[in-house]
């Protein structure tokens, strides 16, 4: 079957599995914060309609700035792209023919990038405590010219050790193959930002995304933090304009509100603590998340299609994943969502046992 590479498109994925989609659905299989934009979106949004009559600033200066500022860093270590997707396709340029390192499961676009400028692919495995086998990584690295780590990890939600990921910098600091750490959910954790340590790695190379936190994934816009001559490299891969006008005025105001993601990260945790309680009262299995989202399991199923079938047919829509290798269909992603919505899934799983 066709399976949707993404979360998010749940018509393709009715059509795909032949079921006739209700109508009414809630869609668990999108990681973006469930409250929606900030409000200063809603109240400047028309003023910014002038914009799309004229090109928007080629390097975005203005958002460069803030977000040097915000990070710590010198503007020209910062790299905007139309989403973090689009700065993956600019590594998968930078190393193209290379062989690069996946540390599974992971985001999808880096084997998707990597395979279109023809990398030599190898994986390196999570263990199921989410322990990263940081020896068997440095080992295969060694001709490697990048290693892609996400964490949190996308999709189990899980934060790596940060004793573990400074202990594999330390051990490539002197090879040749750059480090690529992606934070596109980092701001759900508040936790430690390896962007830090950018001055101390300098194969270091930090993803963000600016979409997931700000619920503005239809604008896309995300950045790469580096050091000043590898950001240089990869900036030459930028299309010019690849960053709309009215993305760029959204971040420019999100990014002056700093209690938003706060105030988010606080209902979110409340949310999903609330949810991993019950799940647990109800013997599912899930996985330790400190994001908005989290892997979940039916324990009585190896395959968990037929849940996610029986939850289709109710509407509700949780992310398959057959395409993350080492999972292979054994686990659903599902999101942390409003408190109504989550009641929702609670009610359909409680049905699935029943019916069971």
Known sequence: MNWPAHGSNPAHLYEQLQIEQPESIIDFSVNVNPYGPPQVIKEKWMSWLADVSDYPDPYGKTVTKQIAQHD?????????????????????????RQKVILVQPAFSEYETACRVYECEIDYSFVNETGSLPVDEIVNKAQGASAIFICTPNNPSGIAFSTKEMIQLLEQLKNSRCYVVIDEAFYDFAG???????????????????LTKMYAIAGLRIGYLLASEAVATRIARFRPHWNVNALALRAVEAVLTDSSFAERSRQKIAEERNRMFEWLEREQFNFTR?????????????????????????????????????????KWLRTAVKTKEENNKLKEALIQWKKQR
């Open 72 to 96: 710590q860093v010198d503007e020209h270590q910062v790299v905007l792209g139309n989403g973090a997707a689009e700065v993956i396709q600019f590594l998968g340029q930078l190393w193209s």
């Open 289 to 329: 998340s400190v994001v908005n989202f989290y892997l979940l399991r039916d324990p009585a199923l190896e395959d968990q299609k037929p849940l996610l079938l029986f939850l289709l047919k109710k509407g509700i829509i949780l992310r398959h994943t057959y395409n993350y290798p080492g999972l292979n269909g």
């Open 191 to 209: 936790s430690f930002t390896f962007a830090s340590l950018l001055h101390k790695y300098p194969q270091l190379i930090v993803l963000r995304s």
